[in-house]
């Protein structure tokens, strides 16, 4: 049996933290990626609209904003599948 100090138990708020890293690992390590690579996409979709816009090389050009649209896309959807994750109750989660 383990004995418990006061000094060793942690706070409510302390348990609760490490609670949800062992329920969801590196969530925020996630969470940060998703908004760098959803911010990288805005930003070539961002060039690439306006090199179409301006009609230079627009068979090069179309394809490339195709593919950061559907990055942005990706990085949102995976932003709110995580913060759906987050917010179900725990009797609801599967072990």
């Not at 049996?1 to 706070?11: A, G, T």
């Amino acid at each position: 049996m383990v004995d418990q100090n006061s000094k060793n138990r942690l706070n409510p708020e302390q348990y609760a933290s490490l609670k949800a890293e062992i329920a969801a690992p590196y969530r925020g390590l996630r969470q940060f990626f998703y908004i760098a690579f959803g911010a990288s996409g805005f930003l070539g979709a961002f060039v690439f609209f306006f090199q179409v816009l301006a009609g230079r090389d627009v068979e090069s050009a179309l394809p490339s904003l195709a593919l950061q649209v559907a990055i942005v896309v990706l990085m949102v959807f995976l932003w709110r599948w995580e913060q759906r994750q987050q917010q179900r109750p725990e009797s609801v989660k599967k072990p």
